[in-house]
């Protein structure tokens, strides 16, 4: 049973409980998330000791960011942006991957090769450029005031989902040609059965096990599309504008949201003045990841190495039941036609 896995349910409730405290405790202890002091000064002589961004060991347990805040506390806040997006993106990446590879199974010949060469022409060119090309300038909009945050990580998810969609679905498609080779299919349909009757008592039951573990696939797959996308600043919900220094003006991109890419994306020319502001970030993006890789690890051996355990086995059987000249695995009398009994 897969909820005795004792590693499945540590990254899983790792997960959970980031998520659930990244909603509970900006509601419970809001100070945490606050502007932070604009310097430090020693309580004995009165002297300024600091100023933002402070180090990890002036502020811990990983410093602050430009504004005085808190980096820890501020990525725990936008946990639920990045990881809730990541489980939605994913989740419509499997129901379209799904629906399209059903379409892609039954589509002629000459129609599926078409979809293969365009997927060939299109696995050339990086996912992370490809949705930059296309939310680019939706990001320019945003930043015009023509979009609203949260309409614009609404949009974001949308199409970081889409661009994956024809290529997983081809996959899932090839996958289901290949399972309605079996025979016991074809029996089915010369009985009657028809593509529904197929769909629903066939290749539902088969391929719900194949989506649980493609879902955490995707998932990672997810996050690492966020890192790169964080790296060429489109972010999720977008990045705003803030004021922040005591003697100059310099405005700086922060995020409404408070994503972990976004954490990143604006701190990233930083990363030699203060590399805790980019470390941070992508420290909790390798842990999310790591437990997302634990939870597939897990579901391949349940769901799918499961399955080719069966194998064996049937072979095994195959093997007993068929006649072995050599061996004497069963005893079978016969009669000749002279009338005697004869034992093979």
Request: charged share 15%.
């Amino acid at each position: 049973m897969i909820i005795r896995h004792l590693r499945l349910w540590i990254p899983v409730s790792f997960l959970l409980i980031l998520i659930v405290g990244s909603f509970i405790l900006p509601s419970t202890h809001p100070h945490l998330f606050e502007q932070g002091p604009s310097y430090l000064k020693d309580e004995e002589t009165g002297k300024l000791i600091a100023a933002p961004p402070y180090t990890p060991s002036e502020m811990e347990p990983m410093g602050s960011d430009k504004l005085g805040r808190n980096v820890f506390y501020v990525l725990i806040a936008g946990a639920k942006f990045t990881l809730l997006s990541a489980v939605a993106i994913a989740l419509l990446r499997m129901s379209g991957g799904f629906l399209f590879g059903l379409i892609y199974t039954y589509l002629p010949g000459w129609v599926r090769q078409v979809f293969k060469g365009l997927s060939d022409t299109f696995n050339f060119i990086p996912l992370a450029i490809i949705a930059f090309v296309l939310l680019t300038p939706l990001q320019k909009a945003f930043e015009a005031g023509s979009l609203y945050s949260m309409k614009f990580l609404f949009i974001q998810i949308i199409v970081i989902s889409i661009i994956v969609i024809p290529s997983l679905g081809m996959y899932i498609g090839e996958e289901m040609r290949q399972f309605l080779k079996h025979d016991f299919i074809t029996v089915s349909k010369q009985i009657g059965a028809d593509r529904f009757f197929i769909i629903k008592r066939h290749l539902r039951p088969q391929f719900s096990r194949h989506a649980i573990v493609m879902f955490s696939e995707q998932l990672s797959q997810t996050l690492y599309l966020l890192i790169q996308l964080g790296i060429l600043h489109i972010c999720l919900g977008g990045l705003k504008i803030a004021e922040f220094g005591i003697m100059e003006h310099r405005p700086e991109y922060f995020s409404f949201i408070d994503d972990w890419a976004a954490t990143m994306s604006i701190n990233i020319y930083q990363i030699h003045l203060y590399p805790w502001l980019l470390l941070s970030p992508l420290v909790f993006f390798a842990i999310s990841i790591f437990c997302v890789n634990e939870i597939t690890t897990v579901l391949k051996e349940v769901f799918l190495e499961g399955e080719s355990l069966k194998k064996p086995r049937k072979n095994m059987v195959m093997q007993k039941t068929s006649p072995v000249p050599n061996e004497k695995l069963f005893t079978l009398t016969g009669r000749r036609k002279d009338g005697h009994h004869e034992t093979f």
